[in-house]
């Protein structure tokens, strides 16, 4: 049975500041839970039910403060073992949390999302999953969860998140937003905040009608900020998969965007729709980045959740260590890719939601995941991205990496590099500021003052509280 993560938490009592399942957004089918991830779910209700008592707060109050993140945090070092920073005291200490976890860095998060006004769900999950549950046939969500006015709450007051970024797909069958929608809102959150507070894509693909046109429309006269693709979208009613290295179809688009400044293509790769069947081609493999990538020098090219394909992750972690490889398959390409190719400098591996699914599952594999791309690509030539609001507000994913690092006796076997406070910081914020030319010291002064900040403050001082809400889908 598929239900949204919340709702599942709400049946069951369990909200947590930290998913204990892997969610989906609609673009791939979610896992089952792991044993391991149950075991964390009620180690971090049963540490909240003992130490609400000691701060005079209840269990489900106490797991919307910082405390209870470090709650979740302790919890996933007792079950996965120690790859979180954090310490016991943390769990009822307010003020030894903001000793330790200053909240001063610039936070950019170019991978959110919402669903606009009328529309219900992105991607027809339910009718995706009619034949697995026909209960679902016909339901309708109540609340406006995945629209604008709470995807501000959960990404602007209930985060440290300073810039984001709205993203989209260009596909009549995945309608959730369109990019005109997208601008506007990225115009409002602007025009409220008196600052520059979100960014956005321009949904774009070769199946559109007029496709060079529409390119043009967008460029010019909505100004967005970057070109979203997906090369593995359905291929129905006139819509079809292709390569980002075919040099008929798709170079001429590359050579029009030059001219109008608009030099940075995003290509969702890897969580595929479904898994391939033996002998059919996976359009969202990154096989087609290497040339397209070399052949434009000038343009940026950033792979969408690191071309991350989910494997089967509920192996005994010894078995990890047998081959780093064998649970990222398209990942380990792309990053062979680039250590073969050292021109490959104009591309980024960004980390929605594999970051997000791989941290919560198995976080020696996602110790594997950022050791890698970070071996093949560089520290510099990461971004974060958390697929939001699906996974949440962002915040636990800020705090998850703040907090995470790769084991030393990983570092030795696989010559992983340990990941630095410096090194955390470019990931999180300062990475995709370069990128997209934002001045990171003007912005900072911007934002201290900007109405988003006052609205927050006025929020907090309100007793305004994170809800913990997760989304995305579940199986149940």
């Known amino acids: 049975m598929w239900i949204k993560k919340f709702h599942k938490d709400d049946e069951e009592d369990k909200r947590s500041p930290i998913p204990t399942q892997v969610i989906s957004n609609e673009e791939y089918l979610p896992r089952p839970q792991t044993k391991q991830q149950k075991q964390v779910e009620d180690l971090i209700q049963s540490l909240a039910e003992k130490y609400s008592k000691k701060v005079g707060l209840s269990r489900r109050e106490l797991l919307k403060t910082a405390n209870g993140m470090a709650i979740a945090f302790v919890a996933?070092?007792?079950?996965?073992?120690?790859?979180?920073?954090?310490?016991?005291?943390?769990?009822?200490?307010?003020?030894?949390?903001?000793?330790?976890?200053?909240?001063?860095?610039?936070?950019?998060?170019?991978?959110?999302?919402?669903?606009?006004?009328?529309?219900?769900?992105?991607?027809?999950?339910?009718?995706?999953?009619?034949?697995?549950?026909?209960?679902?046939?016909?339901?309708?969500?109540?609340?406006?969860?995945?629209?604008?006015?709470?995807?501000?709450?959960?990404?602007?007051?209930?985060?440290?998140?300073?810039?984001?970024?709205?993203?989209?797909?260009?596909?009549?069958?995945?309608?959730?937003?369109?990019?005109?929608?997208?601008?506007?809102?990225?115009?409002?959150?602007?025009?409220?905040?008196?600052?520059?507070?979100?960014?956005?894509?321009?949904?774009?693909?070769?199946?559109?009608?007029?496709?060079?046109?529409?390119?043009?429309?967008?460029?010019?006269?909505?100004?967005?900020?970057?070109?979203?693709?997906?090369?593995?979208?359905?291929?129905?009613?006139?819509?079809?998969?292709?390569?980002?290295?075919?040099?008929?179809?798709?170079?001429?688009?590359?050579?029009?965007?030059?001219?109008?400044?608009?030099?940075?293509?995003?290509?969702?790769?890897?969580?595929?729709?479904?898994?391939?069947?033996?002998?059919?081609?996976?359009?969202?493999?990154?096989?087609?980045?290497?040339?397209?990538?070399?052949?434009?020098?000038?343009?940026?090219?950033?792979?969408?959740?690191?071309?991350?394909?989910?494997?089967?992750?509920?192996?005994?972690?010894?078995d990890v260590y047998l081959d780093e490889n064998a649970y990222l398959p398209y990942t380990t390409d792309l990053c062979n890719d680039r250590l073969a190719n050292p021109k490959m400098t104009n591309v980024y591996m960004e980390l929605g939601t594999t970051f997000g699914h791989t941290v919560i599952t198995h976080p020696k594999i996602c110790a594997h995941l950022l050791g890698q791309i970070i071996k093949a690509f560089g520290v510099d030539h990461i971004l974060f991205g958390t697929d939001s609001i699906w996974w949440g507000s962002p915040q636990w994913q800020i705090e998850a990496l703040r907090r995470f690092q790769i084991p030393e006796d990983m570092q030795e076997k696989f010559g992983y590099a340990p990941i630095s406070d410096e090194d955390k910081s470019k990931i999180l914020g300062l990475n995709a500021a370069k990128l997209y030319g934002v001045n990171v010291e003007d912005r900072r002064q911007q934002i201290i003052t900007d109405r988003m900040s006052q609205l927050k403050e006025v929020y907090l001082a309100e007793g305004g509280k994170p809800s913990n809400n997760v989304y995305g889908w579940v199986m149940s």
């Open 76 to 318: 996933m070092n007792q079950i996965f073992g120690k790859y979180f920073n954090v310490q016991a005291e943390e769990m009822v200490n307010q003020s030894m949390i903001e000793e330790l976890w200053p909240k001063n860095e610039f936070i950019f998060d170019v991978q959110t999302h919402h669903v606009a006004t009328g529309k219900t769900e992105p991607l027809g999950f339910r009718v995706m999953a009619w034949p697995f549950n026909e209960e679902l046939k016909g339901q309708r969500p109540q609340k406006d969860d995945l629209r604008f006015n709470n995807y501000v709450k959960e990404v602007f007051l209930d985060s440290e998140v300073s810039v984001a970024c709205l993203s989209g797909i260009a596909s009549k069958l995945l309608d959730v937003i369109n990019v005109d929608e997208m601008v506007d809102a990225r115009n409002t959150v602007n025009a409220m905040s008196g600052s520059e507070r979100m960014i956005c894509h321009g949904p774009i693909a070769p199946y559109i009608p007029n496709f060079l046109e529409e390119a043009e429309r967008q460029a010019l006269e909505l100004n967005i900020d970057a070109w979203k693709f997906y090369t593995g979208v359905f291929a129905k009613d006139g819509e079809y998969q292709w390569w980002m290295d075919d040099e008929d179809l798709i170079y001429p688009f590359y050579e029009k965007i030059k001219a109008w400044g608009k030099t940075t293509v995003c290509a969702h790769k890897g969580l595929p729709f479904r898994q391939p069947r033996p002998g059919e081609t996976d359009y969202t493999h990154p096989r087609d980045i290497k040339k397209a990538s070399l052949d434009h020098p000038d343009l940026n090219f950033v792979v969408y959740h690191s071309g991350f394909k989910d494997q089967n992750m509920d192996l005994p972690p010894e």
